[in-house]
T-cell receptor
Framework: DAGVTQSPTHLIKTRGQQVTLRCSPK?????VSWYQQALGQGPQFIFQ???????QRGNFPDRFSGHQFPNYSSELNVNALLLGDSALYLCASSGETGTAVSYEQYFGPGTRLTVT | DAKTTQPNSMESNEEEPVHLPCNHS???????IHWYRQLPSQGPEYVIHGLTSNVNNRMASLAIAEDRKSSTLILHRATLRDAAVYYC????????????FGTGTRLTIIP
């Protein structure tokens, strides 16, 4: 059973460019959350998707947007990249389809984004 | 969000028990106490969670103070593989709520 997968593993972009990161949740999970982790810090919540809708959002600007597909996979898009967007971007999935509550989030290995 | 306070770092000898403390004096009645850890170059992984009673699983034990204002994660016999950053997180009991990470405790295991 594959866990959470993310692509690409690493990415280098230039200021002002746009980037798309991808995430496939653990089998059976229907909820995807995205986190940003700067070097030496704990992950910070960006947003969460459920039933193809953004359900919760953290304190991130509108440059950060996302999407969830019918197969529960998700994308994170960041526009007009800034140097400060350089970080590890983590995807986490949760929620067994058809059940009410899931206490555990499963994280992928992350995508390391470097903005130059 | 209610906040947690953890020591920045701790060291422990291999094969000895480790007690990782967490203070959460502003915890609300609906907050569960969750612990995650992040091994080097990996995403965080769930360790354990509890509400009021002490909890045990294959990875660790969680001891919760009677007033719920503090808790302790216990690794019964630390191995080198347990070297990681450990995060104590308060989370609403409504499930699928976001995780609010602090800076955690960096645990070093001494061979």
């Amino acid at each position: 059973d594959a866990g959470v997968t993310q692509s690409p593993t690493h990415l280098i972009k230039t200021r002002g460019q746009q980037v798309t990161l991808r995430c496939s949740p653990k089998s059976g999970h229907d909820t995807v959350s995205w986190y940003q982790q700067a070097l030496g810090q704990g992950p910070q919540f960006i947003f969460q998707y459920y039933e193809e809708e953004e359900r919760q959002r953290g304190n991130f600007p509108d440059r950060f947007s996302g999407h969830q597909f019918p197969n529960y996979s998700s994308e994170l898009n960041v526009n007009a990249l800034l140097l400060g967007d350089s970080a590890l971007y983590l995807c986490a999935s949760s929620g067994e389809t058809g059940t009410a509550v899931s206490y555990e989030q499963y994280f992928g290995p992350g995508t390391r984004l470097t903005v130059t | 969000d209610a906040k947690t306070t953890q020591p920045n770092s701790m060291e422990s000898n291999e094969e000895e028990p480790v007690h990782l403390p967490c203070n959460h004096s502003t915890i609300s009645g609906t907050d569960y106490i969750h612990w995650y850890r992040q091994l080097p170059s990996q995403g965080p992984e769930y360790v354990i969670h509890g509400l009021t009673s002490n909890v045990n699983n294959r990875m660790a034990s969680l001891a919760i103070a009677e007033d719920r204002k503090s808790s302790t994660l216990i690794l019964h016999r630390a191995t080198l593989r347990d070297a990681a950053v450990y995060y104590c997180i308060l989370r609403s009991n409504f499930g699928n709520e976001k995780l609010t990470f602090g800076t955690g405790t960096r645990l070093t295991i001494i061979p």
